[in-house]
């Protein structure tokens, strides 16, 4: 079952804005609006920060936004802060028999 | 605000089973609005779907692992299980259990809630 594809890290200083991108197929991203976006910091759960391509779930800043483009989504973290240094991981529907699958995860610096 | 816990063995011997139970709080296994899942992530890997299954005892299956996974659901414990058969050590890692956003039938949002995770090291 293929993962889709994430860049392994990303940086930024204090206050910039990084963008993540998810890259999948027709069959995953592409094909349903049910993309979502996790931080994992250090030896914890995930926890979701953007469903559904662009939702922000309650309590998550509006530093955090999502998007998608064809077979790729991407996330931005904007006015980057310290305590968004983590895992980040997408995910997607994916249909019939693969159900779902998450992506590589992408290491974010905060310079 | 949905709670999940995981409990079971934390060594398991390769060639045996791995059983693992999510015990779920703060609102019923039964409520029809999540599917109820496990994820695992091996140690400095990404991670993993595995499985999920409806209150009602229907279960989706990763095809990587469907040979080997069994999921049930214990609606009056409020609670549902990871079987896995034939385990390797590939098969070491941090398992989670989620509750999953149904959408529709066989149809999935996002992961809302997670366990903390538990550790189970395949070895002899």
């Known amino acids: 079952q293929s993962a889709l594809t994430q860049p392994p890290s990303a940086s930024g200083s204090p206050g910039q804005s990084v963008t993540i991108s998810c890259t999948g197929t027709s069959n995953d991203v592409g094909g349903y609006n049910y993309v979502s976006w996790y931080q994992q910091q250090p030896g914890k759960a995930p926890a979701v920060i953007i469903y559904?391509?662009?939702k922000r779930p309650s309590g998550v800043p509006d530093r955090f936004s999502g998007s998608k483009s064809g077979n790729t989504a991407y996330l931005t973290v904007s006015g980057l802060q310290t305590e968004d240094e983590a895992d980040y991981y997408c995910s997607s529907f994916a249909g019939n028999n693969r159900w779902g699958v998450f992506g590589t995860g992408t290491e974010v610096t905060v310079l | 605000q949905l709670q999940l816990q995981e409990s079971g063995p934390g060594l398991v011997k390769p060639s045996e089973t791995l059983s693992l139970t999510c015990t779920v709080s703060g609102a019923s296994i039964s409520s029809g609005g999540h599917y109820w899942a496990w994820v695992r992530q091996a140690p400095g890997v990404g991670l993993d779907w595995i499985a999920f299954?409806?209150?009602?005892?229907?279960?989706y299956y990763n095809p990587s692992l469907q040979s080997r996974v069994t999921m049930s659901v214990d609606t009056s414990r409020n609670r549902f299980s990871l079987r896995l058969s034939s385990v390797t050590a590939a098969d070491t890692a941090v398992y989670y259990c989620?509750?999953?956003?149904?959408?529709?039938?066989?149809?999935?949002?996002?992961?809302?809630?997670w366990g903390p995770g538990t550790l189970v090291t395949v070895s002899s």
């Open positions: 559904e391509v662009s």
């Open positions: 989620a509750s999953l956003r149904r959408v529709a039938a066989g149809v999935t949002s996002h992961f809302d809630f």
């Open positions: 299954v409806a209150y009602t005892g229907s279960t």
